[in-house]
C-alpha cells in the first residue's frame, strides 16, 4: 500500500475516504484539463509549485491517477459508427477467457472491454468508419475471436453524456 506523508502521519492512499480536499480537488482539476501545469493547478489550489507537484506525483505513485490522455472526436477523425457489442462465449475456464480477453486487447476498434453480468459475458464498445466496416470487423473480427458463441450489436444514435470524469467526492 502507498503512504502519504501527512504532517508526522501515514494515511493509505486506497480510498476517496482517506483522500484530503487538497488531492480530491487535484483529482478534480487535472480530470477537467489535464495540460494544467504545475503553477496553474498550485495557483487553483492556493499552494506553491513544489508541494503541489509533490501532492501529484504521490497521486500517480499510488495509482490515482493512471495517466493522461487526449479526448478526441470520433466522428472528426473518420469514425462514423459507434457501437456496442455484447459478446457471449462458449466456456468460462480459465484458459478461454485469457485467450478471449488477449484477442480483444489487440484490436484497436474496440476501444473498451467489460466482462459483466446479466445477458451476455462481454460488453465491447466499438468504432468503424462506416456500416460496410462494422459489418466487415463483426464477420471477419469478433466472429472469429476465441471462443465467441454469440454476438449482439447496439448502435448510438446519440450521445447525451459522454465520460468526463469521475466523480471524486462521491466516490470511497
Known amino acids: ?67 493522461y490522455h487526449a479526448l478526441l472526436d470520433a466522428k472528426r477523425l473518420g469514425f462514423g459508427i459507434e457501437s456496442f457489442l455484447m459478446v457471449s462465449v462458449h466456456s468460462h475456464d480459465e484458459r ?18 467489460h466482462m459483466v453480468s446479466g445477458g451476455g459475458d462481454y460488453l465491447l464498445h466499438v468504432v468503424a468508419k462506416d456500416m460496410d466496416s462494422y459489418s466487415d470487423f463483426i464477420t471477419r473480427v469478433a466472429g472469429t475471436l476465441p471462443g465467441v458463441r454469440e454476438t449482439r450489436s447496439a448502435f448510438v444514435l446519440r450521445t447525451m453524456k459522454q465520460f468526463a470524469g469521475l466523480p471524486v467526492r462521491r466516490a470511497g
Open 96 to 113: 478461454n477467457i485469457q485467450l478471449f480477453e488477449a484477442a480483444v486487447a489487440a484490436i484497436d476498434e474496440v476501444i473498451s472491454c
Open 1 to 67: 500500500m502507498v503512504y502519504f506523508a501527512h504532517v508526522n502521519q501515514r494515511v493509505p492512499m486506497s480510498r476517496t475516504s482517506e483522500l484530503t480536499d487538497v488531492e480530491m480537488t487535484i483529482l478534480e482539476e487535472l480530470q477537467r484539463d489535464a495540460r494544467l501545469s504545475s503553477t496553474d493547478l498550485a495557483d487553483k489550489l492556493n499552494l506553491s509549485v513544489t508541494p503541489t507537484w509533490r501532492r501529484v506525483k504521490r497521486l500517480e505513485e499510488a495509482g490515482l491517477i493512471r495517466g
